[in-house]
């Protein structure tokens, strides 16, 4: 069946390029492999900048549902010493131009936003080939296939649209998060509630730190980030849950009981998601009727920008889509050309995190990044 504008991917991205294009009179259609909406889970907190996500946002005409998902207090940011003490503190005023909301709450307004039908779930791609003339043909795993005019690939990491325009893969990135969540933490575990404080806490070793959030529902969701190959990882089994917290959680032996039971104490089954990037400079030569956003574009480290690059990448296309209406393609190579000089620059600049995490004492760096950073 013959689709004008087809996006593979419901994250940020594709949703927002979605309704920024109905904001403009122009439909699609947004095909994600999962079979629904709330099929998995969604992630953590994500800070929202007011110089790009924030943008987004905006021409989307969302602001105001945004603002009220915003969770107060949470850009308060605490980094404490492995043995529990502060060595940096920044309360959050209500100022800051970074406010916190919740990934899938994020998610769902975009899908909210936009008119029944729009997103097509259950549609894995299986194969995407060119059939020139800037068409192309996408078949899903299902059995289904759709001819587009324009295909937009905002399908992540391993995206199946990349191939079109780009040889490169992502590559390990040396370092893996250990994902945890102590549920009702208040009650149930008041010493690691308090020392994660309103916002977010950070502690530190050469090589390893935990990361926390607090969320909504006095939820406390904890990141174990550790700088070991992918073979160290794959002695864990990460369906065992007993397994799986002691092997992690002994890593951080030593480090504050408060701090430990993020791990140890888990609510949930451990999460392993190790991280993978694609070179900072990656872009490629214009092809007609297709394009990249998102992760499936510039795929880096979390630095705190990808959701806010996604949901800005979706903004702009939809953009550069709509004032070159007549000739689409000039105003995707536009496009790209902006994407690529932002994104890399936001990739260089991110790996400042991991690279003072990898000195012998990266709290003293890193004590000295959060004091500058902006709020």
Same mark, same amino acid.
């Given at each position: 069946m013959p689709t004008s504008i087809a996006i593979i991917g419901a994250g940020l991205a594709g949703l927002t390029l979605a309704r920024v294009l109905h904001l403009h009179g122009i439909a699609s259609s947004v095909y994600e492999a999962e079979p629904s909406a709330d099929s998995r889970p969604q992630g953590g907190m994500l800070d929202i900048h007011d110089y790009n996500g924030q943008l987004a946002l905006q021409d989307a005409r969302?602001? *105001? &549902? !945004?603002r009220a998902l915003v969770l107060e207090g949470r850009q308060a940011m605490r980094i404490l010493s492995p043995d529990g003490r502060v060595l940096f503190e920044n309360q959050d005023d209500g100022s800051g131009g970074r406010p916190e909301v919740q990934r899938g709450e994020l998610r769902q307004m975009l899908l909210d936003s936009l008119p029944a039908g729009v997103v097509h779930w259950g549609y894995k791609v299986a194969d995407v080939r060119s059939l020139g003339g800037g068409h192309h043909d996408v078949r899903f795993a299902n059995g289904e296939s759709i001819t587009t005019q324009l295909l937009i690939g905002a399908d992540g990491a391993w995206s199946r649209v990349r191939p079109l325009l780009s040889s490169v893969t992502p590559r390990y990135a040396g370092v893996s998060y250990v994902e945890t969540h102590l549920l009702d933490a +208040? +009650?149930?575990?008041p010493a690691s509630f308090a020392a994660v404080g309103s916002g977010q806490m950070g502690a530190f070793l050469q090589g390893k730190a935990l990361m926390c959030h607090r969320e909504r529902h006095d939820t406390l969701h904890t990141y174990a980030i550790l700088m070991r190959p992918l073979e160290w990882f794959s %002695? $864990? #089994? !990460? *369906? #065992?849950? +007993?397994? %799986?917290?002691e092997r992690i959680a002994a890593e951080f032996t030593g480090w504050a009981p408060a701090l430990t039971a993020l791990i140890a104490d888990s609510t949930t089954t =451990?999460? !392993? &998601? =190790?991280? !993978?990037?694609? =070179?900072a400079a990656h872009r490629w030569q214009h092809v007609p009727g297709v394009s990249l956003i998102g992760d499936a574009a510039h795929l880096g480290v979390p630095n705190g920008e990808g959701a806010n690059l996604a949901l800005y990448d979706g903004a702009e296309l939809a953009k550069a889509i709509a004032s070159?209406? /007549? /000739? $689409? /393609? *000039?105003g995707l190579s536009r496009f790209e050309q902006a994407m690529f000089e932002r994104s890399a620059k936001v990739a260089t600049e991110g790996k400042e995190f991991y690279e003072l995490l990898a000195r012998e004492d990266p709290s003293r760096g890193l004590v000295e990044m959060f004091q500058g950073a902006k709020t």
């Open positions: 969302l602001l *105001t &549902r !945004f +208040a +009650a149930r575990h %002695a $864990i #089994d !990460f *369906t #065992d849950k +007993a397994m %799986a917290s =451990p999460r !392993f &998601r =190790p991280l !993978f990037e694609l =070179p070159h209406i /007549d /000739d $689409i /393609d *000039t």
